[in-house]
């Protein structure tokens, strides 16, 4: 019925367009007598007539105007005018036109109906249940695959059995809720998060992207989104998921242009239809983004997304868990250290250990190995952080520059071990890599939720001690583009201290996100304790000097040390010295 009415709006366009054209193309020409004609030609003013199915005379000046005259149907007409010179000419042009008229109705007409099936096909490629209910049951994603995310299971099994048993929970009066956010960080586990609620719930799983209902024409999304939930109610019980339901559910603005529009046409579509579906029919909606905040208020109220669920980055146990799923199904060695591994990989997301796993895997197979062995996996682990080491860099090294990383390098290190001891420094480094970093210093900082004031300032001198380094032992002309990425990240963590974390002694408990301060007064402010903290990272470096210069020296020599190492150094120096 849709795609009727869009031929039919197309026909009547066509119709009206070819109709303006015509009236357009009979207006542009103006008329004259038949009597100024017989003037105009016995004047020899006439240089051309064209005969138009002997109804009218289409006259062209000397002077390039051109007149309609009616034709008189003279049998002579046409020798008298050839006599006077005029050039003539006979035109069907106007006969044709209705049936060129019709074959532009026709193109017109399969062009709509073509484009509509074809959209309608690309609506069916794209809404498909992608558990294939009962064709491969093996292979659904069920809680047993979903290694930690503890809190975020637990917050979505009552959804699990409301599907399962809606009577349940309707006797006592209680509404399933009628969408999920999952939100985090990208690689956490969100979509298999999805993926198992479906698979517990043994129910058909509709999966999109919220860039799949974003489309440059207007319509077309909020079209995309009407099928999906048609789709789904085929099935009466159902998982609809959305994955970066932020290219959708953005925050209306005042301003307005055409993607705009379709976002926000798009976006009452699904507020439309997550309206529309009783809670007792067993259809959930779960949403998924890294951007929680960006997301319409529309979006986030009761009766929509009621619940609200973080997906966070695992911990240590979970991390373990992970690492044991995906070396379960692998020939592994008996070196192999799964709990120390997962305490080096703070801060990894489920994707990123899965990585790592597959990188180990196939760095044995490289190797001709059958087993995969913690020497795999360490490498596989400094391969995810810092990038493959470059396998020529001895050929291609300059002693200078490499003199330089070293010292850079151990300015980190050394600011590191001395500001942050329960930080551990797992390994320190000068082999370049495909990353595009000289060098690289890889910490394990301690599992925490929250950041401590002193950790936080101690952190920014320890991206400044490589920059610090440089400048205590070349001179603060010779120092290098090395620092960039370091001032990057300290320049954020300073400006966060200042505007966000209440942190600061002059502004106290108060942050200045709310008071909307100036950003050049924050930016100054920034700019002094910037200077502060450059001037006394040299100063821990200067009274370190000799500590700096035999962690460089043993990086030269070795080109990757571990923090063992570093500390032995430390150790044999402060001895020395007392």
């Given amino acids: 019925k849709r795609n009727w009415v869009i031929i039919g709006c197309a026909l009547l366009v066509v119709a009206i367009l070819v109709g303006t054209i015509s009236l357009l193309g009979h207006r542009s020409q103006k008329e004259m007598s038949y009597l100024d004609f017989m003037k105009a030609l016995d004047e020899r003013q006439v240089s051309q007539v064209v005969i138009k199915n002997n109804e009218k005379l289409v006259i062209e000046l000397l002077t390039g105007d051109r007149f309609i005259v009616p034709n008189p149907l003279k049998a002579d007409l046409k020798e008298t005018l050839l006599l006077r010179g005029v050039t003539v000419k006979s035109s069907t042009l106007a006969s044709s036109s209705g049936p060129i008229s019709s074959v532009i109705i026709l193109l017109v007409v399969f062009g709509v109906i073509f484009f509509s099936r074809k959209g309608n096909n690309d609506n069916k490629e794209l809404i498909r249940d992608v558990h294939k209910k009962n064709e491969h049951p093996e292979k659904l994603i069920k809680f047993e695959q979903v290694a930690g995310n503890y809190e975020a299971k637990e917050m979505v099994k009552d959804i699990i059995d409301f599907i399962k048993e809606p009577e349940k929970y309707e006797g006592i009066g209680a509404k399933m809720p009628r969408g999920v956010l999952l939100y985090g960080l990208p690689g956490t586990g969100k979509t298999l998060l999805a993926k198992a609620i479906a698979g517990e719930a043994d129910v058909p799983f509709y999966a999109m992207s919220g860039s799949d209902f974003v489309q440059m024409y207007v319509g077309v999304g909020a079209n995309r989104i009407r099928q999906l939930f048609k789709t789904a109610r085929k099935s009466e019980k159902a998982v609809i998921f959305i994955d970066e339901i932020d290219a959708l559910g953005k925050?209306?603005?005042?301003?307005?242009?055409?993607?705009?529009?379709?976002?926000?046409?798009?976006?009452?579509?699904?507020?439309?239809?997550?309206?529309?579906?009783?809670?007792?029919?067993?259809?959930?909606?779960?949403?998924?983004?890294?951007?929680?905040?960006?997301?319409?208020?529309?979006?986030?109220?009761?009766?929509?997304?009621?619940?609200?669920?973080?997906?966070?980055?695992?911990?240590?146990?979970?991390?373990?868990?992970?690492?044991?799923?995906?070396?379960?199904?692998?020939?592994?060695?008996?070196?192999?250290?799964?709990?120390?591994?997962?305490?080096?990989?703070?801060?990894?997301?489920?994707?990123?250990?899965?990585?790592?796993?597959?990188?180990?895997?196939?760095?044995?197979?490289?190797?001709?190995?059958?087993?995969?062995?913690?020497?795999?996996?360490?490498?596989?682990?400094?391969?995810?952080?810092?990038?493959?080491?470059?396998?020529?860099?001895?050929?291609?090294?300059?002693?200078?520059?490499?003199?330089?990383?070293?010292?850079?390098?151990?300015?980190?290190?050394?600011?590191?071990?001395?500001?942050?001891?329960?930080?551990?420094?797992?390994?320190?480094?000068?082999?370049?890599?495909?990353?595009?970093?000289?060098?690289?210093?890889?910490?394990?900082?301690?599992?925490?939720?929250?950041?401590?004031?002193?950790?936080?300032?101690?952190?920014?001198?320890?991206?400044?001690?490589?920059?610090?380094?440089?400048?205590?032992?070349?001179?603060?002309?010779?120092?290098?583009?090395?620092?960039?990425?370091?001032?990057?990240?300290?320049?954020?963590?300073?400006?966060?201290?200042?505007?966000?974390?209440?942190?600061?002694?002059?502004?106290?408990?108060?942050?200045?996100?709310?008071?909307?301060?100036?950003?050049?007064?924050?930016?100054?402010?920034?700019?002094?304790?910037?200077?502060?903290?450059?001037?006394?990272?040299?100063?821990?470096?200067?009274?370190?000097?000799?500590?700096?210069?035999?962690?460089?020296?043993?990086?030269?020599?070795?080109?990757?040390i571990t923090g063992d190492e570093i500390d032995d150094l430390l150790f044999r120096v402060t001895k020395s010295v007392s």
């Fill in 251 to 560: 925050s209306r603005g005042s301003k307005t242009n055409s993607a705009n529009d379709e976002r926000e046409q798009t976006l009452n579509a699904l507020l439309t239809e997550m309206s529309g579906f009783h809670t007792s029919q067993g259809i959930v909606v779960i949403g998924a983004t890294n951007r929680a905040d960006t997301l319409d208020a529309a979006l986030l109220r009761p009766g929509r997304f009621d619940r609200q669920i973080e997906v966070a980055l695992p911990d240590q146990v979970a991390r373990e868990e992970i690492l044991h799923l995906y070396l379960k199904q692998k020939p592994i060695a008996e070196d192999v250290d799964v709990h120390q591994l997962s305490k080096n990989t703070v801060s990894f997301s489920g994707a990123m250990l899965e990585h790592l796993v597959n990188e180990a895997a196939i760095g044995a197979a490289n190797k001709g190995d059958n087993v995969i062995q913690m020497a795999h996996l360490d490498k596989a682990f400094y391969t995810v952080v810092a990038g493959m080491e470059k396998k020529n860099h001895k050929l291609l090294a300059n002693k200078e520059e490499q003199k330089i990383t070293a010292y850079h390098e151990a300015g980190h290190a050394l600011v590191s071990r001395l500001l942050l001891p329960e930080t551990e420094v797992a390994k320190v480094s000068i082999i370049p890599t495909t990353k595009g970093v000289a060098g690289y210093n890889y910490n394990i900082p301690q599992d925490k939720m929250f950041k401590r004031k002193g950790e936080i300032l101690s952190n920014i001198m320890v991206l400044l001690g490589g920059r610090a380094a440089e400048s205590l032992i070349f001179g603060e002309d010779n120092v290098t583009t090395g620092a960039m990425n370091d001032i990057k990240v300290a320049s954020e963590e300073l400006y966060n201290y200042f505007k966000k974390y209440g942190m600061d002694e002059d502004h106290g408990l108060f942050s200045l996100e709310i008071a909307n301060a100036l950003d050049d007064v924050i930016y100054e402010q920034c700019r002094e304790k910037m200077k502060t903290f450059y001037q006394d990272t040299k100063a821990l470096l200067f009274k370190n000097e000799k500590s700096l210069i035999l962690v460089a020296e043993l990086l030269i020599q070795k080109e990757a």
